[in-house]
């Protein structure tokens, strides 16, 4: 289904709010990883690990609620 909510054409479905989410850890994770170097808080390495994890999950996540199965 597609919005035509403010002039917009977000797909609403799984595969794009995944891919939405997705988005914004991809942005995140690389950001947290270089952030653990400078701020010297254990916090920030394990919140990296969890993030990167979490990433992963959404990636393929994203690719499966993608694909048309029939
Ligand atoms: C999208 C990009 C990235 C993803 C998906 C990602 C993912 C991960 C994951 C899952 C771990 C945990 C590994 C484990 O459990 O053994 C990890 C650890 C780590 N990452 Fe990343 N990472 C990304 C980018 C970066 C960047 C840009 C840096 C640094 C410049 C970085 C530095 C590190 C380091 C040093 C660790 C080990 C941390 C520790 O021992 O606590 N990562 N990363």
Redesign the pocket.
Known sequence: MVSRYMETYFVQEPHAYLGAGTFVF?VA??L???A??RIKDKKI??I??W???I??VLIIATILAGIRWY
């Open positions: 991809i994770t690389p947290l990883g270089i653990q170097f390495r394990i990296h690990r993030s990167g994890r990433t992963m």
